[in-house]
């Protein structure tokens, strides 16, 4: 085994289930160039430095032209580019804009406010399971949750959630490198169509103030304003897509693990307070993003004995820095009680993840609730079919057996 062909083997689907030991090889080197040319970045401390340093760039348009970047998933949808997608100065006017409504300083309660109506519709996702002596934690919990999550944030109606099921999973199965161009036609057209549907919806709101951000930073347009209309519909379609399959496998990843360290989930179930160490231990432990895949190098950068060259595509490797034993004692260890855990599931610096706070709070309001409920849960195959994304990684199902369900 090469160094440079690792990360063929990380995208290669038979390696999903486990893809830890092709991180540990990685780490032998910090930086490695890889056959297709781009250069992973493996161990913590580079990733941290990488990941705050402006000669890397998150904007495609700094990619070479015909690289296999998130370019292509931008194509044709006719939207400016979201905030993800940008650097500074763009980025940050972008960000700045679409945090006024949704956290601190402008609007710290925007999310606490949120919290009662998340914990009825966990409670009413795990009601939904009664009876059943079978459940798919995916399908029937995880999946739901986080759709609904963002469709409160934006201030989407009841009945339209159920179509952005459809659109969130067809647009992030277009990100993953192995769906080919099929895969990424079929992205684009669901871009498309959510862009129309927001942009109605955003009419709307201009209009006739509802919940949610939409209609505060639909207001805030025009001239002296912040975002145009395409900018706010490209930064919801952004918190959509960035929200979803993320939190899906947050939630799937850790009942997973819980499962499979059940000393860990005795002490769960006695000190459901454990949620909050827990559910950062799942962030380092098994990230739902697994690597940042697309970011240009703007300029050679020298790092840990290696220059980069200007151009290439840098892929910073965030669930290999995450157990970096340099960093992280016995690094392979789920250890809810480890001592400061700063992993890098949301990555770091300027891209930071927007969603963080929301997400934990979605985290932290499903695992207590899910475990005090199930009555001895098993899990029925391990380990679960995956999906094929190597980026958004984890299970496609997670079935687990259960002896139904304890009185709310
Ligand atoms: C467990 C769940 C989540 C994880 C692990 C996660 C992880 C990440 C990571 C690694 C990034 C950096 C991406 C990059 O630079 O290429 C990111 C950025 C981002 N995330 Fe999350 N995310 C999660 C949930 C959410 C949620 C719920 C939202 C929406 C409310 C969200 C919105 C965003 C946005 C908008 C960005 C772009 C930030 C920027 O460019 O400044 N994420 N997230």
Known sequence: MTLGTLFAQITDYANRADPYPLYAALRASPVTRQDDGSYLVSTYYEVRSLANDPRLSNDPRNSIPGADGPAASEEDTNLPPAFLF???????????????????????????????????????????LEGKDEIDVVGDFAYPLPVTAICKVLGVPREDEQRFHGWADTVASGLDPSGGPRG??????????????????????????????????????????????????????LLLIAGHETTVNLISNATLTLLRHP??????????????????????????????PFT???????????????????????ASANRDPQRFDDPDRFDPDRADNQHLGFYTGIHYCFGAPLARMEAQLALPELFRRLKNPRLLTDPPPYRANPVLRGPRHLPVAIDGLTAP
């Open 86 to 128: 940008q650097d500074p100065p763009g980025h940050d006017r972008l960000r700045d804009a679409a945090m006024r409504p949704f956290g601190p300083p402008h609007s710290p309660r925007f999310l606490h406010d949120l919290r009662g109506e998340l914990a009825r519709v966990v409670a009413g996702l795990i009601d939904g």
């Open 184 to 237: 990424k036609e079929k992205a684009q057209q669901a871009r498309r169509e959510l862009g129309v549907y927001l942009s109605g919806l955003i009419d709307t709101k201009r209009r006739r103030n509802g919940s949610g951000i939409l209609g505060p930073l639909a207001r805030d347009t025009g001239p002296g304003g912040s975002m145009s209309t395409t900018e706010v519909v490209a930064t919801a379609v």
């Open 263 to 292: 000393e860990v989930l005795d002490r769960f179930r006695k000190e459901p307070e454990l949620v909050v160490p827990l559910v950062e231990e799942v962030l380092r432990y098994e990230p739902p993003v697994q690597f940042i």
């Open 296 to 318: 240009t190098a703007l300029a050679d950068i020298d790092i840990a004995g290696t220059t980069i060259p200007k151009g290439v595509t840098v892929r910073l490797m965030l």
